[in-house]
Every structure is written in structure tokens, then in C-alpha cells.
């Protein structure tokens, strides 16, 4: 998309690094490990990280059933989840001019209850396959009372956006001459090795997913 969905939605500060294309945001979403989503309770403004995971076109968050921001945000209280990826320090020949490289996206909305048992259960398999593709099969599913204690929302990406910015750093003409070193760190995410639980019988060794995922 070449334009917002919405108004409130429409990046405003350096608008030329906007992008609303849903295959961006997509794969921003996809990639992220960790959202924040903000809402107002009491007139008091809260912003928590948590697990996401997108499914389709909405992105699922999980929380305890006795959550205060479960209960509210299923209730219908306004929601913005934000997830950012950071893939360098950009380093200028000015302090003004520092920076990073980065994606981000920031979703605003009304989220949902997931309803029923098995809906939730699949909610739940998208949250462990996002954390390592995979491991769902390997391990123990949740029983009916962890279902029970576990409420899943879904918050549509119908007014979603994306904010990039790649490159170098652009510095004030004046000062390309200085004796300055400049130029990206790059920076990523990777797996250490992994640790076994202190409690881990002998003789278990990680698991096919672990062992692809890099472990």
C-alpha cells in the first residue's frame, strides 16, 4: 500500500521511511520476538512487553485469564502493539546525526476475545512454533485446566504501518571532511549454546528443533 490504511495510522516523522505494504509488516511481525502493547486503564497509560505471534491477519497475544490487561483489553479498550528490530548502529561524523538502522511496526486497534477450547489450543501452538518451529510436537500439550486459565486475544492488523531505516549516515555537508571515522555496526540476534535445565536427565540431548534452529 502506498498509503495508510488510516489517518491515526499514517507515519508522520520522516514519512519517506513509512511503508504500508502488508508483506513488510508481515515479515516484521514474524521476525520480532517480543511486542509491547500499550492501552490506558484508569486514565493510567501502561506498556507491556509480551509473546505475539502473528496468525493471518491478526496478531495474538496471551495472557492469564485473571490479566487486568487481558480482562480490559477484551473488553474493547483501545490497544497499540509495537514490535522493533534493530540491525544497526549508524555512526555519523556528528553527534546530531547518530542513529540506527532499524524496522518497526506499530498496530492500532480493538482486540478480541479467542473463544473456545481448541481455538485456543491452536492460539497457543502459534506462540511455541513462533519461539522455536517445531518444538510444539516435541513437547507435552497444555491440559484442559491450563486451557482454562489461558485467554488469547487477537488484534486485527486492519490499521497497521511500518518504519524503516537502512543506509548509511547522512551527515551535514561541512562535515564529510572531517577526521571522523563513520559508517553501520551491523547488529543481530543469534543463538549461544544451548544450557541445559539443572534438572535434565542424563543422557537427553537437544531436540531436532533445537538442533536446526542452530542449537
Known sequence: MATAPSERSRVRRAPKRADYDR????????EALVAHLGFVADGQPYVIPTLHARVGDE??????????M???LG???????TV????GLVLARSAFHHSMNYRSVVVLGTARFVEGPEARERALEAFTEKLLPGRW?????PTRQELKGTRVLAL???????????????DDDEDYNLDVWAGVVPLTLAPGTPQPDARLREGITPSPSLAAWGG
Open 59 to 68: 496478531v495474538l497475544i496471551h495472557g492469564s485469564a485473571a490479566s487486568r
Open 156 to 170: 486485527p492488523l486492519t490499521e497497521s504501518s511500518a518504519k524503516l531505516r537502512t543506509g548509511d549516515p547522512v
Open 70 to 72: 487481558v480482562t480490559l
Open 137 to 141: 510436537d516435541e513437547v507435552r500439550p
Open 75 to 81: 473488553a474493547g479498550v483501545p490497544a497499540c502493539l
Open 23 to 30: 508483506e513488510t509488516i508481515d515479515a516484521i511481525l514474524d
Open 84 to 87: 522493533t528490530l534493530i540491525d
